[in-house]
């Protein structure tokens, strides 16, 4: 299946896309959320469309991002061998960690809003595992157990916040509006092998980046693994995966993101996003 949740009348709601069309659950689901998961949210919802009787969304969706205050966003630095190499950096000997905040995640076609003081905001396409029920020190042959599904994420970045500013790089992935999601959380059962999936990103129609998923460092299984050694994953946590190579950071010169900018990404059998860039104001 594939979840996502819609603004309608002021209102958030939730949805399930089933063969291409849209039906509403908002009845019978309240949120996508920690909650959801916890109680086998998934389950149910199969249960509810095999009772069939769903009420069909006619129109332009409003797609707001699939899941409901996470957790936490979680995302793994350099995780692709070509990503790290137009970085200028060595290929890590385990997973680089480190956090978006919660505040950042909006909707797959909402504006991104360069923040004050920016100058290199940048862009990075990325794949997005969303996890199903809590992980603490799991083993890499179990951790795709604990995977709900998958999900389009642009891990949107200040490179002057992140890299020349000291300290953690949290800062220069934080902004308001820096994690677009979605348009759909993908359940698993739809995803033959997350590890051969073609991920790309258009900037004003251009495609400058096109990679896939095999190119990782870390596949999802060491990725989860990894981090549950040191923090629990919780339901609705979501984890970047990494981005390919083509940021504007690896251009020469660079290539950031201005006011009037159109950005469109997706990934195999996830669907599509697009964000327009606008200034803070």
Known sequence: MKLFRYKTNGQF????????????VGDQIKEYDRDFFDEDGISKLED???????????????????????????????NYSKHAAESGMEPPKEPVVFFKSPSSLTGPFDNIIIPKNSKKTDWEVELAVIIGKKASYVNEEDAMDYVAGYAVHNDVSERE???????????GK?????????????????????HNLNLWLKLNGKKVQDGYTSDFIFNIPQVISHLSQFMSLMPGDIISTGTP????????PPIYLKPGDEVELGIDGL???KQKVVAYS
């Open 13 to 24: 709601r939730t949805g399930v896309s089933l063969n291409g069309d849209h039906f509403d």
């Open 48 to 78: 509810i469309v095999a009772k069939g009787g769903l009420q069909k969304i006619d129109g332009d969706i409003d797609f707001a991002a699939p899941i409901y205050r996470p957790e936490k966003i979680i995302c793994i630095g350099l």
């Open 161 to 171: 916040f992140q890299l020349e500013r000291g300290g953690q790089w949290v800062k």
């Open 174 to 194: 934080s902004c308001d509006t820096f994690a677009p999601l979605g348009p759909y959380l993908v359940t698993k059962d739809e995803v033959a092998d997350p």
């Open 245 to 252: 190579e083509g940021v504007g950071l690896g251009f020469k």
């Open 271 to 273: 669907g599509t996003a």
